[in-house]
């Protein structure tokens, strides 16, 4: 059974692009969530979907950051302009929202910015 | 205060020796406890839950639960260099609806 996708692995953009990072969260699964993780700051919950609708975008550090799940399979998170201090490993989970509620992580997308 | 809370490490112990992984937590509503392990350039991958009171094994895995306290913990027994990772405990509350994770204990097993 195919984990969490994501893509793309890495992502080296210079400052002022516009960076989209995709999902495909565990077929069946009706919760996504997108982390960010900085040696500085740990692992951060940005935002989290369930059945596709946003719940909670506290997370989300500013207007740069917008994310979207079109359908039960896809989701994006787009930062739009890019800045250096964006440079981080951002991972997608995702749970089924019953029982004990535990995520599974995807292999994350490295992103750098110049 | 932060809302869960591990020592940082790093924790080094020797092959095998018994691995103890400590963590607390604030909110007295939450329901259920994870752990996971995370490999230096990998992504957070589970290895144990514990939702009751007491002791739950898996294999060389124990986590231990004392809602009383507040406290969960895990432990690794006869302990193998390829159990050196950073360790993050996560709490699930029902009123947050989230996991909130912590920074994570790093463990070195000697050779």
């Known amino acids: 059974d195919a984990g969490v996708i994501q893509s793309p692995r890495h992502e080296v953009t210079e400052m002022g692009q516009e960076v989209t990072l995709r999902c495909k969260p565990i077929?069946?699964?009706?919760?996504l969530f997108w982390y960010r993780q900085t040696m500085m700051r740990g692992l951060e919950l940005l935002i989290y979907?369930?059945?596709?609708?946003?719940?909670?975008d506290s997370g989300m550090p500013e207007d740069r950051f917008s994310a979207k799940m079109p359908n039960a399979s896809f989701s994006t998170l787009k930062i739009q302009p890019s800045e250096p201090r964006d440079s981080a490993v951002y991972f997608c989970?995702?749970?089924?929202?019953?029982?004990?509620?535990?995520?599974?992580f995807g292999p994350g997308t490295r992103l750098t910015v110049t | 205060q932060k809302e869960v809370e591990q020592n940082s490490g790093p924790l080094s112990v020797p092959e095998g020796a018994i691995a103890s992984l400590n963590c607390t937590y604030s909110?007295?509503?939450?329901?259920?406890f994870f752990w996971y392990r995370q490999y230096s350039g990998k992504s957070p991958e589970l290895i144990m839950f514990?939702?009751?009171?007491g002791d739950k094994e898996d294999g060389r895995f124990t986590a231990q639960l004392n809602k009383a306290s507040q406290y969960v913990s895990l432990l690794i027994r006869d302990s193998q260099p390829s159990d050196s990772a950073t360790y993050l405990c996560?709490?699930?509350?029902?009123?947050?609806?989230?996991?909130?994770f912590g920074s994570g204990t790093q463990l070195t097993v000697l050779p």
């Open positions: 989970a995702s749970s089924d929202n019953r029982g004990i509620r535990e995520q599974y």
């Open positions: 077929s069946g699964h009706n919760s």
């Open positions: 979907f369930n059945n596709n609708v946003p719940i909670d």
């Open positions: 909110d007295r509503g939450s329901q259920s």
């Open positions: 514990i939702y009751s009171n």
């Open positions: 996560a709490v699930y509350s029902g009123s947050a609806r989230q996991l909130t």
